[in-house]
């Protein structure tokens, strides 16, 4: 049998740090030093529109924003809540969807029944998937849920949509999806189970870990929030851009 951390690091090796272009992308795991939990999301970009970006943080809300909003064309898929949270409930996505998980969840819907009402996000001809987590610490010892939407490959109109929920991962590893599988044209969308990822360290070793890893011309913006055994967070990200596009 092969070892968690073999899988983990192949999985990095392949998909993140030789990657040119996995998109935007989301892990949830455990920390590795105590019981916490970890969710990494981060954003890349190969257009003007894309790299005019950046996070920012409210107390426990990680949102895209311009950084020039004199260029914002359309900011419909690019400016967004990408983490929310309800009591005992984290959630993270790749797009406006969050709001929809949030308010859903909120009036007592479940994850798949919010995100039935999404569909893959309309960037034709790419039809980028709509990613998504959720941690749900109201049950022990913390289930974590993934989604991937995406257009179907016969007919991009019509949209396939995927629920995972695997086990909970050992200590130091998380489950992670990104947007797509690599370069291209159009951008090839992420095909498979989720990736078995490492959350090795300190969360600011997690931040800097994925950051270092990431193809450092298409790297925009990246977030690490840490979740305490009693339920409260942090969230720490890294810019590549603040006052200006580049």
Not at 43 to 65: A, H
Not at 197 to 210: D, I, K, N, R
């Amino acid at each position: 049998m092969i070892d968690a951390n073999t899988i983990a690091t192949n999985a990095f090796v392949k998909h993140i740090r030789s990657n040119p272009y996995p998109g935007r992308g989301l892990v949830l795991g455990r920390a590795s030093d105590d019981h916490g939990w970890i969710i990494a999301y981060w954003i890349m970009g190969r257009s003007e529109q894309s790299r005019n970006r950046r996070f920012t943080v409210s107390g426990n809300v990680l949102k895209t924003e311009p950084v020039d909003a004199s260029l914002v064309a359309d900011p419909s898929l690019i400016i967004y809540e990408a983490m929310l949270e309800l009591p005992g409930i984290y959630l993270v996505s790749n797009g406006d969807q969050t709001r929809t998980l949030y308010q859903s969840l909120q009036a007592g819907l479940s994850f798949d029944a919010a995100l039935a009402t999404r569909e893959r996000e309309p960037d034709a001809p790419h039809f980028t998937p709509r990613i998504s987590g959720m941690i749900d610490l109201r049950q022990q010892p913390g289930p974590i849920t993934l989604s991937i939407l995406k257009a179907n490959q016969t007919n991009p109109e019509l949209t396939d949509r995927y629920t995972y929920h695997p086990a909970t991962p050992a200590p130091g590893y998380g489950y992670g999806l990104t947007t797509y599988m690599s370069p291209g044209t159009p951008l090839p969308s992420f095909t498979g189970d989720p990736l078995l990822l490492p959350c090795q360290g300190a969360p600011e070793e997690v931040l800097s870990f994925y950051w270092n890893a990431l193809n450092e011309d298409n790297r925009i913006s990246l977030a690490v929030k840490y979740i305490a055994d009693d339920g409260q967070s942090t969230l720490q990200i890294h810019n590549r851009f603040e006052s200006e596009v580049r």
